[in-house]
């Protein structure tokens, strides 16, 4: 099973095949924002991959378009509702509290 490690609060977890970053978050209640619910319309979920991009699955446009709206975005932003886990990762939560 995938490893995911949650920076800042540097928690790892194991990830079920094919569970996006949000969905294990909120399973092992890992402070990750999500107001739209998960439905890639906000940006709140924001991630910075430190390690392990390609253990992600692959950005659509439609991820891409919404991210180019972020603040702070890096060569290495994803949306936690939008990227599924195929191996280990460390991200870092960018927006942990409301
Ligand atoms: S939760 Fe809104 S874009 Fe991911």
């Keep these: 099973m995938p490893m995911i490690t ?4 540097n928690k790892t977890v194991e990830a079920k095949p094919n569970q996006t970053i949000l969905e ?3 399973e092992h209640e890992i402070p990750l924002q999500h107001a739209c619910g998960g439905f890639c319309a906000c940006t709140t ?11 992600l699955s692959e950005m ?10 972020a603040s702070g ?3 290495h932003s994803r949306l936690g509702c939008q990227a ?4 280990d990762v ?3 939560v960018v ?3 409301a």
Aim: hydrophobic share 35%; with cysteine.
């Design 6 to 9: 949650f920076l800042p609060v």
């Design 24 to 26: 294990v978050a909120l």
């Design 45 to 55: 979920c924001h991630v910075i991959v430190k390690s392990g991009d390609d253990q």
């Design 60 to 69: 659509d446009d439609t991820e891409e378009e919404r991210l180019d709206r």
């Design 73 to 75: 975005v890096t060569l």
């Design 84 to 87: 599924r886990i195929k191996g």
């Design 90 to 92: 460390t991200v870092e």
């Design 95 to 97: 927006h942990p509290e």
